[in-house]
């Protein structure tokens, strides 16, 4: 099955700073890549995705890019702010699936 | 629209009681998970429900049974908790299930002693 890895762990980073953190996945099928944002003490809640049909994806200060050969992901955070502070969880799946299987997390402090 | 709620908030379980956790959404979606979350672990499905009728095993469902009890409902059964079923247990949903948007509960708090 799926197995998705996801570095660091923990990261800190000066406001204003950028923040990247990446993600591996073991299946080659697997063609769905979210992203989900867990502040302290509340629930998850998706920020981006992308899909295998394209490398990069942006949303204001949010990019994720997609490299299908290597099987990895990452997400980049610019002009970071206190408020990016949390835990950051990739995920991937497989359109004919029901499911996706997520990364242990990465907890990001800004440091104002 | 409440989203997806979960009761209970909290749970305290002494080992070898059984407890049900209950899911509601009112997004009209078809598919719900359930998650169990530990520390640097990330989220683990434990059971989804693809479609009102269907279960199927999500990464780590030894010790847990579900019931899809309607389109709006889905729970999760301890039927004897262990202390390595501590943990935080999150309920989600989404549209479809393929490649959509999973919405997330509240959470429940469980600890068994």
């Known amino acids: 099955g799926e197995n998705v890895e996801q570095h660091p762990s923990t990261l800190s980073v000066q406001e204003g700073d950028s923040a990247v953190i990446k993600c591996t996945y073991s299946d080659s099928a697997s063609n769905y890549f979210p992203w989900y944002k867990q502040e302290l003490g509340k629930r998850p809640q998706l920020i981006i995705d992308?899909?295998?049909?394209?490398g990069e994806k942006k949303d204001q200060r949010i990019a994720v890019t997609l490299n299908k050969t290597a099987k990895h992901f990452s997400l980049h955070i610019t002009e970071t702010q206190p408020e990016d502070s949390a835990v950051y969880f990739c995920?991937?799946?497989?359109?004919?699936?029901?499911?996706?299987?997520f990364g242990p997390g990465t907890s990001l402090s800004v440091i104002p | 629209n409440a989203g997806v709620t979960q009761t209970p908030k909290f749970q305290v379980l002494k080992t070898g009681q059984s407890m049900t956790l209950q899911c509601a959404q009112d997004m009209n979606h078809n598919s719900m998970y359930w998650y169990r979350q530990d520390p640097g672990m990330g989220l683990r499905l434990i059971y989804y429900?693809?479609?009102?009728?269907?279960?199927d095993k999500g990464e780590v469902p030894n010790g847990y049974n579900v019931s899809r009890l309607n389109k709006r409902e889905f729970s999760l059964r301890l039927e004897s908790a262990a202390p390595s079923q501590t943990s935080v247990y999150f309920c989600a949903s989404s549209e479809s299930g393929r490649q959509e948007t999973q919405y997330f509960g509240p959470g429940t708090r469980l600890l068994v002693l």
């Open positions: 992308i899909r295998s049909n394209v």
């Open positions: 429900s693809a479609s009102e009728g269907t279960t």
């Open positions: 995920a991937a799946g497989k359109t004919s699936y029901d499911k996706v299987i």
